[in-house]
Every structure is written in structure tokens, then in C-alpha cells.
């Protein structure tokens, strides 16, 4: 993610769900990020709705 290694959180179906980066500085974690904008995630192919994966089956 923006040249960070980053970890992808998929669904049941595989679909992304969101990006989680951790930018290392000096040996040292500085930054840790969640992408969860789905317009930003498009571009790695099915995206989950994670929303619905969280709200309580009615």
C-alpha cells in the first residue's frame, strides 16, 4: 500500500475487504493504516461489504 507492506482482510468469498499497512522507519514501526474505502479497493479485484459481514443476520 503506497509502497508499505500491507496485509489484505478478505471475506468468506475472498473478497477484499480492507488493507492494513505498517510503515517501518528507522527499524521502527511509525504508522499503521486501514483502508477501508471501497472505491479504493476496487482495483484489487471483488470487494466485500463489511457492513453486512458485521450487522446481525435478521
Known amino acids: 500500500m503506497n509502497g508499505d507492506p500491507a496485509l489484505r482482510v478478505s471475506g468468506p ?3 477484499t475487504l ?3 499497512m505498517v ?8 504508522v499503521v493504516g ?3 474505502n ?3 479497493l476496487r482495483h484489487l479485484g471483488p ?3 463489511l457492513n453486512a459481514l458485521l450487522s446481525p443476520e435478521s
Open 13 to 15: 468469498d475472498d473478497a
Open 18 to 20: 480492507s488493507l492494513l
Open 23 to 30: 510503515h517501518v522507519d528507522g527499524g521502527r514501526i511509525s
Open 34 to 36: 486501514n483502508q477501508l
Open 38 to 40: 471501497p472505491d479504493k
Open 47 to 49: 470487494v466485500g461489504d
